[in-house]
């Protein structure tokens, strides 16, 4: 039997119940966004910093962190809207859940992003991986449920952080000693060399999060911690992870009538982009994917590319020659 949702007692047969919600959704999401894009409002802020180095952004946006009463009053609202009616939806875009880590995107301007991170201690299994994502990011703890915090650490010369990264010459993972996470505290982090896990909580933390993540040509890097070493790498530019999931939604739909959108997102800038998108071709529509692959053994700028197209090619069955009619 399907879970019961909440959306199936929407009051949908009530036009004035329904009415009544949608006027008041964008009610709020019209007082909002005026006070976002006031001369001192949270979104002018953002505008204003998207244009700096990250570490220059972070410094002038830190006051959106260092006094969380804005936040408090926004929440306070949205608070009221669904107290109104439990059917609303107040207007912030949600990330995650579903009874694990999820949040809250409080606003967004090109590469800087402002969240709130809800990490459920009923759900927080111990991590076994640290994620290291090109950029740099501010923290505030809001809410330190007890728990525990672990910087993790990785080098990384400015060569690789410019594209010349690969996989086989990462740097091992190195993790500080655990300490107590405390409420009001400020994390400031490279997050493209310093990650954290949080173990151990007794209930709920709630972090304040500003990320600034401007398009970078190193990728994402996950490390296992007990080994600490690089297992898994992706695209860190928001327009080749979308691309890629897109991709591998049409590989899963057997869409072989989009094998050049495929094609071409093998020629993208990032190279780890690239690989995704000619692992799915080769999944979908082995021809088609065959004389590409054969290209970027050769002739791909990355050398870890190369050598796992060539690999890949080497899989290929060798085509069966024309038989002898004499």
Known sequence: MPVPSRHDHYPRADALRTATIRAAERDLAAAWRAGDTAPTGLLTALAAASDAEPDQAIVRLRPWLADPRWLGVRLAEALALLAADPFA?????????????????????????????????????????????????AIRVLAAGGARLTLHHVALSAAEEVGAFTAAAASPCRSDPPYPLVAGDMLDLDTARTSFTIAGATGDVLLLELAVQPPSPLPMRTYELASRRLTHLSASRRDSSFRAMALALLREMDRRDAAPLFVEATLAEDFAARWSAMRDLVALDPATARPRLADMATSDPHPEVRRAAAATLALFMPKVADPCLA
């Open 89 to 137: 939806r107040p207007p912030l875009r949600i990330v995650g859940g579903g009874g694990g880590p999820g949040g809250l995107i409080l606003a967004e301007c090109g590469a800087i992003r402002l969240s709130l991170q809800l990490l459920p201690f009923e759900a927080a299994a111990a991590p076994t991986t640290a994620l290291f994502v090109p950029g740099r990011a």
